[in-house]
């Protein structure tokens, strides 16, 4: 059983929702980014997302495009995220971690040795913002072969149509953002993304994880009521860049804890 499956089997055995926190690799500084890997997994987390940076986002906000801003000057890409999950693993091989972000650093690495490595280092899911279903087919495939979860993205405006050839290809959870427009966005709509649900579970049966505009415990509480998954990144960030390098790790632990209690209770 893959990572991901088996936390999300285990979340539903003690019928709790997943928590899914959302960092980007090398922020505040490359030192920094596996302890707080660690930190988010004693603070609750079941499925850490990892953020590979890049210069040209289409769908991160501005406290996440700085994150990756901070890590490029500072070396951080590809090859230097699976060397992070890497140095996890070696202290953690139970908390599943997908890496996000963008197609270029993977066309850039190559598809092929990006599988290979990520397989080598640990990774359990790889979440592509610009790779659509049809055009990715070959690499979903591949990624299943090596034991890693495609996961794909539906949205708002998402038509039944899309929704069914999407999750046709995806594997471990369904990412579904909340609303229109780009992280960190504040008018989140909760029976808006309750009406959602049904529609996407006539298709998968796949644990569907809901971000975009979650911020503190009550948001995350009221999404967890209608989906199985919080998926939190911007509100981190933003606790990161508020609290300074040297508190980040206390910061977002602090605020991950409080969301899990929030969620759980």
Known sequence: MQRIEGR??????????????????????PT???????????????????????????????????????????????????????AFRSDDANTPVVLMGYANPIERFGREAFVSEARAV???????????????????????????????????????????DIVHYAKGYVYYVSLKGITGAAHLDVQAVAAKMPLIRQYTDLPIGVGF????????????????????????IQEMEQAGADQAQAAVASLLASIREGMDA
């Open 122 to 164: 640990g990774v359990d899911g790889v979440l592509v913002v610009d790779y659509p279903p049809e055009e990715s087919k070959d690499f979903a495939q591949a990624l299943v072969a090596a034991g890693i979860d495609p996961i794909f993205l539906l949205s708002p405006t998402s038509t039944e149509a899309r929704i069914r």
């Open 32 to 86: 920094h980014t596996v302890g707080l890997m660690h930190a988010l997994a004693a603070a609750g987390a079941d499925v850490i997302e990892l953020g590979v940076p890049f210069s040209d986002p289409m769908a991160d906000g501005p406290a996440i495009q700085r994150a990756s801003e901070r890590a490029i000057r500072q070396g951080v890409g590809l090859r230097q995220c699976l060397a992070m999950v890497d």
């Open 8 to 29: 999300f089997k285990s979340l539903r055995q003690c019928a709790r929702k997943g928590l899914i926190p959302y960092i980007a690799a090398g922020d505040p500084s």
């Open 213 to 236: 505009g979650i911020r503190d415990a009550q948001s995350a509480r009221a999404i967890a009521e209608v989906a199985d998954a919080v998926v939190i990144g911007t509100r981190l």
